[in-house]
């Protein structure tokens, strides 16, 4: 019986001596690594959010031409032209928007046609996403559905 505790132990031993750790090179390498995939994801990270920021500005340009359109519709009588602002739809209840959406809502205009379009006009830097702040845009409703972040955040060349 003795000879089998004696065998165990050793066997223990024996596996207790042969597990060993990592070296600090290998530590390191694994530190190193972890470090570049954290920093490749961080820009990654910041990139998404920005091109988030950015869709949300055309979203903002998309509702309040939606709003503008109803608000032509509802208060002025067929075929008039003439301009109103965004102050103006918001101020009547036909968007509501966050405090720090727009920058100025009276410097966004509308301008009503004869055949029932709208042509919006948004000065620059009316919305920001981020750092950055819009480029000037000017469209009717086709030209709002086509917008995209190259033409409303990107410095014209």
């Known amino acids: 019986m003795n000879e089998l505790v004696l065998q165990k ?23 190193v690594i972890l470090a570049i995939i954290s920093a490749i994801s961080v ?13 949300a500005g055309i979203a903002d340009i998309q509702q309040a ?3 503008a359109q109803l608000y032509a519709s ?3 009588s067929g075929g008039e032209s003439g301009t109103f602002n965004l102050g103006t739809v918001v101020g009547q209840g036909y968007l509501s ?9 009276d410097a966004v205009t509308f ?4 055949d029932g379009g709208l042509i919006i ?10 750092a950055k702040e819009n480029q ?22």
């Open 97 to 105: 928007t966050a405090s720090n959406t727009w920058d100025d809502l």
């Open 74 to 76: 509802t208060e002025t």
């Open 111 to 114: 301008e009503a046609q004869s």
């Open 136 to 157: 000037p845009f000017s469209g009717d409703q086709q030209k709002v559905l086509d917008l995209d972040r190259d033409t409303l955040w990107n410095e014209n060349e």
């Open 43 to 55: 820009v990654a990270i910041g990139q998404v959010i920005q091109n988030a920021r950015e869709d």
């Open 65 to 67: 031409m939606n709003a």
């Open 121 to 130: 006009t948004v000065p620059a830097g009316s919305l920001t996403a981020g």
């Open 9 to 31: 132990e050793s066997k223990m031993k024996e596996f207790l001596q042969d597990e060993s750790g990592f070296t600090l090179v290998e530590l390191l390498a694994a530190v």
